[in-house]
């Protein structure tokens, strides 16, 4: 079904995703760094992208280091370790997620969804999900996987959600129109450029890959 293979590489390749795009609870709207305005940059719905692929990692914020928490990204979750890192603190855990997850938490790291997609303007670009937009998006995709390869996914609105005292919202994912020859052309460039970068990475178990502007000190849902 997904466009991304796990094939050995017969070399490097750069990793080419262009924006790292995160959930904003409270603006109940996306946003991404800018490395250029050195600032970040809102993305407004509606949002409209191919998917391409998904995978499992830990993003966060250490308050004993005072930096950002990374992971490297895995495919399957249950038998790939991680290797959980501080910018400024080093190592902080490594193994199964199911085992290191107490120490990862009790750390300042969370659970993340890391899905790469296609804008419309064929930009290579990954969502980066945690907390409840996590089941959102889960709930989504198990309904949409026979389908998702060859439509557009749209976001068109943001739903409000309340548990306990907390108030936070959670943008809704829906399929829309299938993909035309442009699209598809597009996506199909991305795909292969991501596939590339990917093998390598998976290649390199000791090269936790990460791009500063995908970590992230937001702690809302």
């Known amino acids: 079904m997904a466009r991304v293979t796990h094939a050995k590489p ?4 750069p990793n080419p995703t262009k924006k790292y795009i995160g959930w904003k609870s409270n603006d109940k709207t996306f946003s991404y760094y800018d490395k250029q305005l050195k600032d970040n940059v809102e993305v407004k719905l509606p949002l409209k992208f191919v998917f391409l692929q998904h995978y499992h990692t830990v993003k966060g914020w250490n308050d004993a280091s005072s930096s950002g928490i ?7 979750i249950g038998n790939e370790e991680m290797s959980v890192r501080a910018f400024k603190g080093g190592l902080l855990a490594s193994g199964l997620y199911k085992d290191i997850k107490p120490k990862v938490e009790a750390a300042g790291g969370k659970y993340h969804r890391s899905i790469y997609i296609t804008l419309e303007d064929g930009t290579l670009a990954n969502l980066s999900i945690k907390g409840a937009v996590v089941k959102e998006w889960s709930d989504f995709y198990e309904k949409s996987k026979n389908l998702i390869d060859n439509q557009w996914v749209e976001i068109k609105e943001a739903r409000a959600e309340k548990k306990g ?8 994912f829906s399929l829309g129109e299938s993909l035309d020859k442009k699209a598809i052309q597009l996506a199909d460039v991305a795909a292969s450029e991501l596939s590339d970068h990917m ?20 702690l809302s849902f």
Request: zero cysteines; hydrophobic letters at 40%.
């Open 165 to 172: 005292s907390i108030n936070y919202s959670v943008p809704v």
């Open 199 to 218: 093998e390598n990475y998976f290649a390199d178990k000791d090269d936790a890959i990460v791009n500063v502007e995908a970590v992230s000190n937001d």
């Open 10 to 13: 017969e070399g490097a390749s």
């Open 70 to 76: 990374y992971a490297n990204e895995v495919f399957y």
